[in-house]
């Protein structure tokens, strides 16, 4: 199963046979990262909030549940905009580079989903 944010803004699943868009997720980014986690399911999918770039930004944990999200975390705050996000080679974890609103530095993050933190 993938998951892909398009330019519009809507989000869908695809699979080997369907492309379905998810209804819950209208409030989200263009940011979009899977990781795995001893956690849930084992996935979870990291997402950004939506924005124009000009303001700080958040990041919530969703997981898939019969092809729509349910959400897995409390959101995460960022000093700025997260500009870049993906998942790092092993899987486990994502890398996020956020604009620093204050400093204006880039800050780059490695993310993890741990259970009951």
Same mark, same amino acid.
């Given at each position: 199963m993938w998951v892909l944010s398009r330019v519009d803004g809507t989000v869908h699943v695809l699979d080997s046979m369907n492309d379905i868009a998810m209804? +819950?997720?209208?409030? =989200?980014?263009? +940011?979009?990262?899977? *990781? !795995? #986690? #001893?956690?849930? #399911? +084992?996935? !979870? $999918? $990291? @997402?950004?909030?939506?924005?124009d770039g000009s303001a700080a930004d958040v990041l919530?944990? /969703? %997981?898939? *549940?019969?092809?729509?999200? @349910? %959400?897995? #975390?409390?959101? @995460?705050? /960022?000093?700025?905009? *997260?500009?870049? $996000? =993906?998942?790092?080679?092993?899987g486990r974890t994502a890398i996020a580079v956020a604009h620093n609103l204050k400093t204006g530095a880039y800050d780059a993050f490695e993310l993890a989903v741990t259970c009951g933190q």
């Amino acid at each position: 199963m993938w998951v892909l944010s398009r330019v519009d803004g809507t989000v869908h699943v695809l699979d080997s046979m369907n492309d379905i868009a998810m209804r +819950g997720a209208r409030d =989200w980014g263009n +940011g979009l990262a899977a *990781v !795995q #986690s #001893s956690c849930g #399911s +084992g996935a !979870q $999918l $990291l @997402v950004t909030a939506a924005g124009d770039g000009s303001a700080a930004d958040v990041l919530r944990a /969703f %997981e898939i *549940v019969g092809r729509e999200p @349910v %959400e897995a #975390s409390a959101p @995460v705050d /960022f000093s700025g905009p *997260v500009t870049a $996000l =993906w998942t790092a080679p092993d899987g486990r974890t994502a890398i996020a580079v956020a604009h620093n609103l204050k400093t204006g530095a880039y800050d780059a993050f490695e993310l993890a989903v741990t259970c009951g933190q």
